[in-house]
């Protein structure tokens, strides 16, 4: 059955992780260097010899999750240990050094290795919170259909505008330009679309021609729900192009629905993505810094 | 006055064409009758530039026209050029109406152009596509009334009347819709022919507007105008009354009229009533009509080298000339293990001498079926299948026996020469129930399952024999291994196969229950009514029984047993087995036993009935005639698509698998793949056999696909689709540090330009049956939300997911 990545085969590498930990606790406590731990002792080097390899390993992943035809177990199992093992790096790496930090490449390594760890610690949240938002989100439809059905709104409600005024056939025509779905980074997390733009242009032209007919404006506020419109509408005399304008203020409110479950979908997958942006090149930058502290290491010899 | 040859061929297909021009390389007096302007008609309507492919590969051409695996119109462009060359005595437009032998022998052809031919032989190879099936109105052959489609983009602005109901009318008219205005004419009120995309696509159509529909009309004439702006109107009768359309073309899709009709009129009988039957021929492809001889798919060998040898063989025969079939070397060779072999003939004589249950088919299907099988000599003590191996072939006992390990007995069934085994896996498309192993000189016939399943649809008492051992054998291995066949034979006597659409009851709660089933082909859902709603307990695969529980004590069935696909029962009467448990007071144990399981797990699926909603989810999704199927839950997915890249890299840069679409309920999510169905519908219509299932069950496309397409339409989940092999990736380390694209699970720089002229093949799941680890979609799903799972798993998943 579906197992996730935190219980995958009963939390096994949580307990690996833990063990790690409580051996390195032990040895550190056990452990009384002169003058202070550090680095440099058998045990500082031990221990940073285990979280240098922890983060090759690590980086690793990257190359596991494209070796699709491996055998060398799965990339759920992988993943599992990847949570688990790269938190434990965190207490192995302070134990190393001994809690000393200063304003040097070393330190700069650990600050590289937890900003890594830490937007870690972001992408489990999100991977573990965000699908289940996205499945309710998308109601059993896909994002295709969803936009495809927007599409069919637009062409029905241009055509139904037509029939209704020039200034609304406007109106709808402009909506239809202004629904952006998608594009650049920021649009795309904030989840915004033009849908509603178009609403509130439509209620602008009915008070409008309510004003020219000599009716009184209507009193229609900012906040005001589409039912409400339509309960409004329905007071007004009874004409066919009030009819219409309300079919048409239905579809662009079902258009305005689907285009922010759209975006929400946009801003989902987004979000279930920006964070690898941060996590994998910080971690290139991690091997870098490591790869410098090591080397630079030898020089104290 | 009639036109006299001496061979008169009718359609120019492979077989036809080839005996025409075998007949006119010979100097013999022939016509070649064929009732388009075009040879071939088949073939050329395949689509532009399709590959046509020439299998099988081992089996040599032996006609005077050329033909080797390459594009349609290369293919097409040589048989009219050698047809040319060779003088073919062909006459195009006509179709012919009727095939008279006339007591002196000769055959009276007659055209329904009106041409009239007589002939001393008839070769028939008019395939299995049948005539397509006109309005049956005045004005059916105007000629803006048209019966296909090639390229519905060819017309704009028209209105187009499109007739039908069927798949093929729908797509026509979604297509047609794009830039024209489509009406579309429904005989019924609904669209219960099309599959369930077509149906609602249409219907979502018609509610938009995109298209006009009438329903419950009929046309009642079509007629060519003169004036006003449109060439042509239909009157129509519908049920408000009658209606006018005016249009500019008529596309009429009403199917084909199978051409087994026309075949029994000219006199040729069919062995069974059974639509996959073909009709009885010799081995020199005469009919039972002295004189007419049959070639090509129409006689069961849908191949065009199959066809085309048989084309210059019938020539060969008619003439009177003796010559050996292409197969023969094939034979040869496969009987060349077989001790004491001397001919060909007397070798298959041999076999039918042996095994009883060949006895009944003709000497040309005898070679057919030994062509398909093989011929098997295993040591002592080999094992031939395991238990629980999935699959699916037919063996039969030439010489020697072979022992039958029964599970949990120390003894074993012992089958002699003339026996059969394989039966239950092959009618019930699930796991092999026993071991096999070899006895003392042991020589087997193992038959693929299409092979079997040709012969059991068109020899009726080849299937009698294999039904009758089959419910003796089921009754034995699922109730009493011990009990002897005197002990069964009186329950065996009073079985009976029972057949249900999917949906049907076996049985319903409450009722009195005087038998028992057990499943045989397909599957069962057992729900009960709790509170108004039916709530599915549990499912029942093939190979088990229902409603036992009635004949242990309650009288009544306490639940109710419905077909989740279609199925068959062994229908067991209660009084037979009533004395049958008298007799063997230990299955009355064994049964109680199984009975308080049952019940047990009813209870805790009664307390979650949330569980069974996700069971009857997953059977409306079709799960119940699947042997493993992919589930996502969506709780867990995050959406990386992993799997579709991990199924595109390991199998040739194409995914097999489409994750976004299908449907979800309670976030457990059914993607569009494979599910490996126990009796797989694209086998149904494979011309050359590539499809077929591993031992461990995958059902996969073997390298001999000729890319035909019949699989892709017959798959009902739309799991297969064609595609080429796209070009080779570089490497990881490549992509990594030198930047070579694409990556690993990158798409490949030119997918989706089509290039004409590749070979497209059909590709599917096949389960990652090569790959060392097992399913690559669910081994790359790095959340754990992708897992496999078999139905047996369905009532244990439904309760993890409360």
Known sequence: MHESILTHARSRYLWVALALCLVSIGLYVWHDPDPVPNGGTWLGYTLGTIGALLIMWLLLFGVRKRSYSTSLGSTRGWLSAHIYLGTALILVALLHCGFQFGWNVHTLALVLMLLVIFSGFFGVYV?????????????????????????????????????IAPEIHAVVLRSIENTRLGGGVWTQLRARDGSDIAIARIRDAIAQRNTQLGAKPAPLKAGQTIIAM?????????????????????????????????????????????????????????????????LSVFFYW | ?????????????????????????????????????????????????????????????????????????????????????????????HEVKSIQRRADGVFDLACTNGAKFEAQAVVLGIGLQGNLRKLGVAGEDLPFVQYQLDDPDAYEGETIVVVGAGDAAIENALALAKQNNVVLINRKDEFSRAKKGNEQAVLKAIEDGVIECYYNSAPERVEALNAGRKPGRMILSTDKGRAQILLDRVIARLGATAPRGFVEACGVTFPSKDPASVPAISPQYESNVKGLYIVGALGGYPLIKQAMNQGYEVVEYITGSVVEPADAPLLKAKFSGLGGFRSVDEALARIQKNVPVLSHITPLQMREFMLDSDIRTPAEGE???????????????????????????????????????????????????????????????????????????????????????????????????????????????????????????VFQEG???????????????????????????????????????????????????????ATETIRLDGDAFKRLLAKIPVLKLRLQKEYRQRTAANLAMQSAPEGG?????????????????????ESLCVRCDNCEKACAETHGGTSRLDREAG????????????????????????????????????????????????????????VIHMASKPPKKPGLLQ??????????GEAPYDAGIKKDGQAKKAVKCDMCKDQAGGAACVRACPTGAAIRISPEEFPAYAQSRR
């Open chain 1, 127 to 163: 991977y573990l919170r965000y699908p289940a938002l996205m499945t309710r989100n998308r109601e059993n439809a896909t994002r295709d259909a969803m936009l495809e059905e927007i599409a069919e709104i637009d062409q029905n409600a241009l055509a139904l505008a037509d029939g």
């Open chain 1, 230 to 294: 339509v309960d409004f509408l329905a007071d007004q005399a009874d004409d066919k192009q009030t009819e219409a304008l309300r079919r048409l203020i239905d579809m662009l409110s079902r258009k305005r629905s689907l285009a922010t479950r759209v975006a929400r979908d946009i801003q989902y997958q987004a979000i279930m993505e920006i964070w690898l942006y941060v996590h994998v090149p910080l971690s290139i930058t991690l091997l870098a810094a490591l790869l410098t502290h090591i």
């Open chain 2, 1 to 93: 006055m009639a036109e006299r040859f001496r061979i008169a061929i009718v359609g120019s297909g492979p077989g036809g064409l080839s005996a025409a021009a075998r007949a006119a390389e010979r100097g013999e007096s022939h016509v070649l009758l064929e009732a388009e302007p075009h040879l071939s008609n088949t073939i050329y309507r395949y689509q532009k530039g399709k590959y046509v492919m020439d299998e099988p590969g081992i089996l040599p051409l032996r006609s005077p026209i050329p033909f080797v695996a390459g594009l349609r119109e290369t293919i097409l462009e040589a048989w009219d050029e050698s047809s040319a060359r060779l003088k073919v005595n062909v006459r195009h437009r």
């Open chain 2, 383 to 505: 094992t031939i299948f395991a238990r629980n191996d999935y699959t699916n072939s037919f063996y039969s006992i030439v010489e020697g026996e072979v022992r039958i390990v029964v599970e949990g007995q120390a003894a074993s069934v012992v089958l002699r020469r003339g026996e059969f085994f394989g039966e239950m896996s092959l009618i019930s498309g699930r796991r092999r129930s026993a071991t096999v192993v070899a006895g003392r000189n042991c020589i087997l016939v193992e038959t693929p399952r299409r092979s079997m399943n040709r012969l059991i649809s068109s020899v009726e008492a080849v299937k009698r024999e294999i039904d009758r051992i089959f419910i003796v054998r089921a009754i034995q291995s699922r109730f009493a291994p011990e009990a002897t066949h005197e002990q069964l034979a009186d329950m065996a006597a009073n079985a009976t196969l029972v057949r249900y659409k999917a949906g049907d009851n």
């Open chain 2, 511 to 565: 009722e009195v229950g005087d038998c028992l089933h057990l499943v045989r082909v397909g599957s069962l859902t057992i729900s009960r009514n709790i509170g108004g709603k039916d709530v599915v307990l549990t499912y029942v695969a093939a190979g088990n029984y229902v409603g036992e529980m009635a004949l242990l004590g309650e009288s009544r069935r306490s639940a109710t047993a419905r077909a989740a696909i």
């Open chain 2, 613 to 633: 909603d996700i069971i009857s989810f997953l059977m409306a999704q079709g799960a119940g005639e699947a042997t493993d199927i992919l589930l996502i839950d």
């Open chain 2, 663 to 718: 449907p979800t309920f309670a976030n457990v999510h059914v993607p569009t793949s494979c599910r490996h169905c126990e009796h797989p519908h694209c086998m149904k219509d494979c011309p050359p056999d590539a499809l077929r299932r591993a031992p461990n069950g995958e059902v996969f496309i073997a390298d001999n696909c000729i890319g035909c397409g019949n699989c892709e339409r017959n798959c009902p989940y739309g």
């Open chain 2, 735 to 744: 992509w990594l540090l030198f930047g070579r694209g694409p990556g690993p």
